[in-house]
């Protein structure tokens, strides 16, 4: 393995982690939304609840983030988070169904109710919070110039 690899997988390995916490703190209110939701019946949590499963959207081709494995399963690091969700909303990770989307659909599929939510990159913009609603973000990258 060269020096390349060993980063590349060092880093996969390190964003793999940091996900993970992150994932770990929004798993741990989903059952505090799961009361809230009772007491609001035309909410979208009520609405996943009793469809018995999590609709997300994602994409396939942006590795370590959501991609096929060589066995063309969906892996990376959102769809374990969307597996986290779905453990925590039904305690079965496997209650999830992932639609594969571009960019461009990403809103639009959020806004006409195609999934419950997208766990695929976006960069926060004000013109895009007054469409949609963001959560914390579960990954920060900064640009940098290189001397």
Avoid: C
């Avoid at 609709?55 to 769809?79: C, K, Q, R, Y």
Wanted: net charge neutral.
């Amino acid at each position: 393995m060269n020096d390349t690899s060993k980063r590349r997988e060092f880093l996969k390995l390190g964003m793999a982690g940091l996900a993970t916490a992150g994932v770990m703190s929004v798993a741990a209110t989903v059952d505090a939304k799961k009361a809230a939701a009772q007491a609001a019946p035309d909410s979208l949590l009520r609405t996943v609840l009793d469809r018995g499963k999590l609709i997300v959207g994602t994409g396939s081709t942006n590795a370590p983030w959501h991609f096929e494995n060589d066995a063309g399963e969906l892996v990376g690091m959102d769809i374990t988070m969307g597996r986290i969700l779905a453990k925590g909303l039904f305690d079965d990770p496997t209650k999830v169904e992932f639609v594969m989307q571009d960019p461009a659909q990403r809103i639009p599929n959020v806004t006409t109710n195609k999934v419950d939510i997208t766990i695929q990159f976006m960069t926060m913009t004000a013109q895009r919070s007054q469409l949609i609603n963001f959560s914390r973000p579960y990954y920060v990258e900064g640009v940098a110039l290189l001397t």
